[in-house]
């Protein structure tokens, strides 16, 4: 099967930076698009950056200009790169592989990562 693994969440005060990075592995054959969702307390997961093999990338409105998101297909990771974190961008991080394709199954997939915690707070 495909696992997603991330990394990089933690606390930091307003205004400064993180990276989290997301690691996919199993029996991989391609994977369409990476990209990150976040969820905060009460309410429901929202998409933050996506990004498609061919490079092509979605931000939601309320992180453009601040966040990047980058891959590395040959490597099937996933970075995003938050800037100028406002405490509204508290949530826990989810790392998000849409049409995955599999090698020796038919069809194609989707699958999530566990999350990790982001807290912007002085």
């Known amino acids: 099967q495909v696992q997603l693994v991330e990394s990089g969440g933690g606390l930091v005060q307003p205004g400064g930076s993180l990276r989290l990075s997301c690691a996919a592995s199993?029996?991989?054959?391609?994977?369409?698009?990476l990209g990150w969702y976040r969820q905060a307390p009460g309410k429901q997961r929202e998409l933050v950056a996506t990004?498609?093999?061919?490079?092509?990338?979605t931000y939601a409105d309320s992180v453009q200009d601040r966040f990047t998101v980058t891959r590395e297909n040959a490597k099937n990771t996933v970075s995003l790169q938050m800037n100028s974190l406002k405490p509204e961008d508290t949530a826990v991080y989810y790392c998000?592989?849409?049409?995955?394709?599999?090698?020796?199954?038919?069809?194609?997939?989707?699958?999530w990562g566990q999350g990790t915690q982001v807290t912007v707070s002085t």
């Open positions: 199993g029996s991989i054959f391609s994977i369409e698009t």
């Open positions: 990004i498609t093999s061919g490079g092509t990338t």
């Open positions: 998000r592989a849409d049409r995955v394709t599999i090698r020796g199954r038919f069809g194609n997939f989707a699958y």
